[in-house]
């Protein structure tokens, strides 16, 4: 990806900057959120309505793509985590943002031999996108496993195993700016020339929660609060069904940060470059570091039990992907510098190996989840 400086003046009418401009006139300044949510989701221009988003031909590479042992370990992984639930008859087996289908694929190859795992496996794909889920059907059809999509997370009404590489980076997250007046939502809003423009709005009454959890934060700091559906979706699962909720593990794989933080992390990416996030919307990928010391709390507090985060160098290495690519290597021997460079790129400690974390989430009654060290973020009683 292309980490040269762009220009941060830039500014294209694309119909999604149209619409939202009128939006704009009509109603007043989007919170980033909301301005975020229509780049990516707008029925008519959400980038992830249609674009084809992976790969060479897209906007970024996602590690599915990069390296076949990835989605393999990851299916060995869900079938270690199905043995640990009891082998169930039936899974849901959900992968949220799957791509192109490439990680399933893999998965479901690598997990072939796994005595009952495919009969019991309703794969389910939560997808938004008509391109991609195209590409997933056609991924899927070697599996010999059936598939079904869903716009939004379905209802659980067996163990569940979720999977989501690289999807809690795409949901949008609440933004608060501290200025001299207090704190504020961080907004999108025109300028004297009509442009697109980061701005402020009122924060709805919120101003002295923020400034309670955030008091030492000096002005122009910028506060990010996810809104994870996927998160509260599993928080749902589990609470408002007590104790008739089905096993549930879920693994998320994603860039951010370990430790509570401060400061923006909106970032837009097109034709695998950097840009700025009001450049071009529906037309760029726009994303935001995971807040994983903040998912923890919030699973913690919904009653789950959570391994991790660890780097996903630590992660894969404690799964095999350098036993599993040396076997790949010798099956392969023209194609050995090509899985060497892949592996390599997924582990490097200057780059996706550090700079992607994960975490997972396990109903409390099943044994710790492969590959993750078990954490406690609750308060201790002295």
């Known amino acids: 990806m292309t980490t040269a400086a762009y220009d941060p003046e830039a500014r294209h009418d694309t119909p999604l900057a149209l619409k939202l401009k009128a939006r704009i006139r009509r109603d007043g300044p989007i919170p980033v959120h909301e301005y975020v949510r229509s780049c990516l989701q707008d029925p008519e221009h959400g980038y992830y309505r249609s674009r084809p988003a992976i790969g060479a031909a897209g906007d970024f590479i996602t590690a599915p793509e990069i390296s076949q042992a990835f989605g393999e370990l990851i299916g060995l992984w869900s079938a270690v985590v199905w043995q640990q639930m009891g082998s169930p008859q039936r899974l849901h087996l959900v992968e949220a943002g799957p791509g192109r289908g490439t990680l399933m694929a893999d998965a479901l190859r690598a997990t072939a031999r796994v005595a009952g795992f495919h009969a019991a496996a309703d794969v389910v794909f939560v997808e938004s996108n008509a391109?991609?889920?195209?590409?997933?059907?056609?991924?899927?059809?070697?599996?010999?496993?059936?598939?079904?999509?869903?716009?939004?997370?379905?209802?659980?009404a067996h163990p569940a195993i979720v999977i989501a590489n690289e999807f809690l980076d795409a949901e949008p997250v609440v933004q608060r700016i501290k200025t001299a007046e207090g704190w504020r939502l961080r907004s999108v809003g025109l300028d004297d020339l009509g442009r697109l423009q980061?701005?402020?709005?009122?924060?709805?009454?919120?101003?002295?929660?923020?400034?309670?959890?955030?008091?030492?934060?000096?002005?122009?700091?910028?506060?990010?609060?996810?809104?994870?559906?996927?998160?509260?979706?599993?928080?749902?699962q589990l609470q408002d069904?007590?104790?008739?909720?089905?096993?549930?593990?879920?693994?998320?794989?994603?860039?951010?940060?370990?430790?509570?933080?401060?400061?923006?992390?909106?970032?837009?990416?097109?034709?695998?470059?950097?840009?700025?996030?009001?450049?071009?919307?529906?037309?760029?990928?726009?994303?935001?570091?995971?807040?994983?010391?903040?998912?923890?709390?919030?699973?913690?507090?919904?009653?789950?039990?959570?391994?991790?985060?660890?780097?996903?160098?630590?992660?894969?290495?404690?799964?095999?992907?350098?036993?599993?690519?040396?076997?790949?290597?010798?099956?392969?021997?023209?194609?050995?510098?090509?899985?060497?460079?892949?592996?390599?790129?997924?582990?490097?400690?200057?780059?996706?190996?550090?700079?992607?974390?994960?975490?997972?989430?396990?109903?409390?009654?099943l044994p710790p989840l492969p590959g993750l060290t078990e954490v406690d973020t609750r308060p201790r009683t002295p």
Request: charged share 20%.
């Open 198 to 236: 980061f701005a402020s709005m009122a924060a709805g009454g919120e101003e002295t929660v923020i400034e309670a959890r955030r008091p030492a934060a000096p002005v122009g700091s910028i506060d990010e609060e996810s809104r994870s559906q996927l998160l509260a979706w599993l928080q749902v």
């Open 131 to 156: 391109t991609l889920r195209a590409a997933q059907a056609v991924a899927m059809r070697s599996s010999g496993v059936a598939a079904r999509w869903c716009e939004a997370f379905p209802t659980l």
């Open 241 to 365: 069904r007590g104790r008739g909720a089905p096993l549930i593990a879920a693994l998320c794989i994603d860039y951010g940060t370990s430790e509570p933080r401060l400061g923006d992390t909106l970032q837009a990416v097109l034709g695998h470059a950097f840009e700025h996030p009001l450049a071009n919307p529906g037309l760029a990928d726009l994303s935001t570091a995971v807040d994983f010391h903040g998912a923890v709390r919030q699973m913690h507090d919904a009653g789950f039990a959570v391994g991790g985060p660890v780097t996903q160098a630590e992660f894969l290495g404690r799964l095999g992907m350098l036993e599993r690519a040396s076997r790949l290597m010798a099956a392969n021997p023209d194609k050995a510098a090509t899985i060497e460079a892949g592996v390599a790129r997924l582990l490097s400690p200057s780059g996706m190996g550090t700079r992607f974390k994960v975490l997972g989430v396990r109903s409390t009654v």
